[in-house]
């Protein structure tokens, strides 16, 4: 049986029949546990869209048809999936990530060594060293960058509360330089200012996604 973790929270299920009798999944959720689960993404890889779809079905013992079905099959038909990974990760559990251990998100964040804001973002020459860095001791052995992006505010209140941001990170052997930051930003993002999709080149790779709130993260990944 498949794990399968849905990207809306930290569930994680033995089969697509467990989550249809929960009735947790929605053709948009179908997008994301094809998308974000491993065994799925390399089905899709091997197999093809039409054998996918048939096997979601038979996972689902036929549950998984009607609207939802021709939603996904409108929506995904085309997609084509890269050929390396992108994994639902939870926010508070250890993450290795170029054969450094991270104990959580917390600890990326903190060691970030070199960030801009992706809404103002021209040609990288607001990039900045948080100041999260300049209080922690760095790592020798792995550098992080960040691309980011404010909540939406509309009123004076949302601007004096709104602390959130959504963060794309950036991991290399060697020190962040404006020049990562500039290649980041270049990147086709989803809503939400998401990087981490199917379109990221390889050599940009791993590329971490954090949406701001929530206890799950996205990881691109060889």
Known sequence: MRSIKKLSGSYTYSSLLEIYNEKKVSWRDMIDIVIYN??????????????????????????????????????????????????????REPVTILGHRFRSLYDIQVHCELENNDYYFRDGSGCYVPKSFRETSPYSDIHIGQLWERYPCFDSYDYATEKRTYQNYIFKKTPITKEDIVELHKLPRETNCCIVTDKIPEELLPVLYYVGAGDTMLLATK
Do not use: P, Q
Request: net charge negative.
């Open 38 to 91: 491993k065994c799925y993404r390399d089905y899709f890889r091997e197999y093809g869209f039409e054998a996918l779809v048939k096997l979601l079905e038979e996972e689902s013992e036929g549950l998984f048809n009607g609207w939802d079905k021709e939603k996904f099959i409108e929506r995904m038909k085309d997609y084509k999936v890269a050929s390396y990974d992108i994994k639902i990760l939870s926010t």
